[in-house]
């Protein structure tokens, strides 16, 4: 798997570096996002942990994968500007257990 950096862009606002890239992986499946997110952060010199892939997307019968990243400068951005989604996604929150709400009874049909 090789990354190739496409295109920085620094984002002061939001306090991030976005970032195109495209992964070589040959006859190999699509890399994980966890594998694209160490070769990001080891190109860019950032921890692992800032790092959040926002997209990827390989050509049918292409060994290239396209995608989009965002690198934040500081945790505290990461998690003021990411959504809850995202951060799940990336281990980087929990997932809420979902509860189920009392069950109403039905009301039986009317009769005819």
């Known amino acids: 798997m ?7 862009k620094e ?6 570096t976005e970032v195109s890239f495209s992964v070589e992986h040959g006859a190999e499946s699509t890399p994980t996002r966890d594998a694209v997110r160490t070769a990001i952060a080891a190109a860019v010199g950032a921890p692992k942990e800032r790092v959040v892939v926002d997209r990827m997307e390989t050509e049918y019968g292409k060994g290239v994968t396209n995608g989009y990243a965002k690198v934040y ?17 990336h281990g980087l929150a929990e997932k809420k257990a979902k509860t189920k709400a009392a069950a109403k009874p039905r009301a039986a049909p009317k009769a005819k």
């Open 2 to 8: 090789k990354v190739q950096i496409e295109s920085k």
């Open 11 to 16: 984002n002061a606002l939001l306090e991030r």
């Open 73 to 89: 400068e500081s945790d505290e951005a990461l998690k003021k500007t990411e959504g809850r989604h995202m951060l799940v996604r």
